[in-house]
């Protein structure tokens, strides 16, 4: 598949999906190096002290209810690995939780909160790259700034040529372009899987 058809299919993604454009979303990928780990054994990765849950919500408005108690993650178990969707928070992004999910393992992390935008990568424990407010800044952080650099300058080439934005849409397609997993609509459709933490690292 081109980068152009995997950049087209976010931005129909997110056309199709416009709460979630226009509100947030935070997408982490994480690749174990080491087993299949099932949504409890996130979960205590998740918790300081096991105060957490598995359960299914409905994706589109289940979080809210634990909105001042709890943080919701959605988990879809992958072979060697998972992925976890937040709809009303981004705390999968943040460093303290990324150096957490990373521990023999790689992490990919996209959020966005409002104006507010992040793209991160982690391995071993370690936050490498750190790019906020990707949309409108080239300031990128971390010990391996250019870590995923041949994947931004290829999309940035695809977005110069077809006269398209450089936005979520183009970074989710980095997601899928360095991972192999593909975020579909349908995804977001009735329940999922969901971690309920009371007590998030």
């Given at each position: ?49 096991g ?10 408005e ?66 490498l ?56 609509s ?9 971690i ?6």
């Open positions: 598949m081109s980068i152009e058809e995997i950049i087209s299919h976010y931005q129909e993604f997110l056309e199709t999906n416009q709460w979630i454009s226009l509100d947030q979303l935070c997408w982490t990928i994480v690749k174990e190096r080491f087993g299949n780990p099932a949504a409890a054994d996130v979960g205590e990765y998740l918790s300081i002290g105060n957490f849950e598995v359960g299914d919500l409905e994706v589109g289940g979080a809210l209810e634990f909105s001042q108690i709890a943080g919701v993650f959605f988990i879809e178990t992958l072979d060697g690995g998972y992925f976890l969707i937040q709809t009303n928070d981004d705390y999968a992004s943040s460093n303290q939780v990324l150096r957490v999910l990373s521990r023999e393992a790689q992490a990919w992390s996209i959020a966005w909160t409002g104006p507010q935008h992040r793209f991160a990568y982690a391995a071993d424990g370690e936050v790259m750190d790019w906020p407010g990707f949309r409108s800044s080239d300031a990128i952080y971390g010990n391996m700034p250019d870590a995923l650099s041949e994947e931004v300058t290829l999309v940035r080439e695809v977005c110069q040529r077809e006269n398209w934005q450089f936005n979520e849409a183009v970074m989710m397609a980095v997601m899928e372009m360095v991972s192999g997993i593909r975020l579909n349908a995804w977001f459709e009735g329940n999922q899987a969901a309920i933490v009371r007590d998030i690292i």
